[in-house]
């Protein structure tokens, strides 16, 4: 069966570029999750959907960041425009419901010059 | 929402022995689930063992154990015969009616 599907792995980008990172969750899955991991901050939930609804982004930094599920098949997280400090892993987890275990995707390095 | 707590940055334990990594939590919720992860150095998140906390038993997944104590809303991951392998960063995370919550983590390593 296949996993949480992320994309790209990596990013090496230049500070001021829009910055679009993908997902696609377990099929069968209601709820997504995004996260950020920095050695800082640790894992930061960023934006969680269920059944492709937004039902909290108080994680999400500030209004640079934006996140989309247009079905229940794919996510879109974007950052316009980067910045060095959005430097960081991304990840994307999947789970039948809000309270139950997540499945990770391999993660997205991002890294903004 | 859910709060975890892991007290312990950084544990070592010898190869073939077992070792505990402490989670605590705390909740309202009557109902919720408590979660382990693996980030080994490669940095995936990996999955390990659930808990429901109205399971009768503690959660056992091959060399893995959750000791499941909930007058002490305690939630500890046992690793019996460690593996070098085994050498990571473990996080709790629990989840009732709202997001799971994840702990800061606790660094394992395992010495040959």
């Known amino acids: 069966d296949a996993g949480v599907i992320q994309s790209p792995r990596h990013e090496v980008t230049e500070m001021g570029q829009e910055v679009t990172l993908r997902c696609k969750p377990i099929?069968?899955?209601?709820?997504l999750f995004w996260y950020r991991q920095t050695m800082m901050r640790g894992l930061e939930l960023l934006i969680y959907?269920?059944?492709?609804?937004?039902?909290?982004d108080s994680g999400m930094p500030e209004d640079r960041f934006s996140a989309k599920m247009p079905n229940a098949s794919f996510s879109t997280l974007k950052i316009q425009p980067s910045e060095p400090r959005d430097s960081a892993v991304y990840f994307c987890?999947?789970?039948?419901?809000?309270?139950?275990?997540?499945?990770f995707g391999d993660g997205t390095r991002l890294s903004i010059l | 929402a859910q709060k975890i707590t892991q007290t312990q940055p950084g544990m070592f334990v010898q190869e073939k022995e077992a070792v505990t990594l402490d989670c605590t939590y705390d909740t309202s919720d009557p109902s919720y689930g408590l979660f382990w992860y693996k980030q080994p150095s490669s940095g995936e998140m990996i999955f390990l063992i659930y808990q429901g906390s109205y399971d009768q038993q503690n959660a056992t997944e091959g060399r893995y154990s959750l000791n499941f104590q909930k007058a002490r809303k305690s939630a500890n991951l046992v690793i019996s015969a460690s593996q070098l392998g085994d050498s990571a960063m473990y996080f709790c995370?629990?989840?009732?009616?709202?997001?799971?919550?994840f702990g800061i983590g606790t660094k394992l390593q395992v010495i040959p």
């Open positions: 987890a999947s789970s039948f419901s809000e309270n139950q275990p997540q499945h």
């Open positions: 099929s069968g899955h209601n709820s």
């Open positions: 959907f269920n059944n492709n609804v937004p039902i909290d």
């Open positions: 995370a629990g989840g009732g009616y709202q997001k799971v919550t």
